[in-house]
């Protein structure tokens, strides 16, 4: 793939293969293949959510408590 690959991405192509699945649109020899991508989706969206998770709490660790003033 030669797109940069954004949780937003990730998050849509994981609901069409999940649709896919429930929808019982995947043959069964295309059924590994559609789990083995949401697998990899789920690992890179779980990332990236534990990343911004990350930047958001030192971000917010920087701004003084207004509250005890």
Do not use: W
């Not at 793939?1 to 295309?30: C, F, G, H, P, R």
């Not at 697998?39 to 709490?57: M, P």
């Amino acid at each position: 793939m030669t797109d940069e690959l954004t949780y937003e991405s990730a998050y849509s192509e994981l609901d069409k293969i999940y649709q896919e699945i429930n929808n019982e649109q995947v043959s069964v020899d295309l059924l590994a293949e559609k789990v083995k991508r949401a697998a990899v989706l789920i690992q890179f969206c779980q990332s990236k959510l534990r990343t911004t998770e990350d930047e958001i709490n030192k971000i917010l660790s920087g701004i003084p408590d207004q509250t005890n003033q």
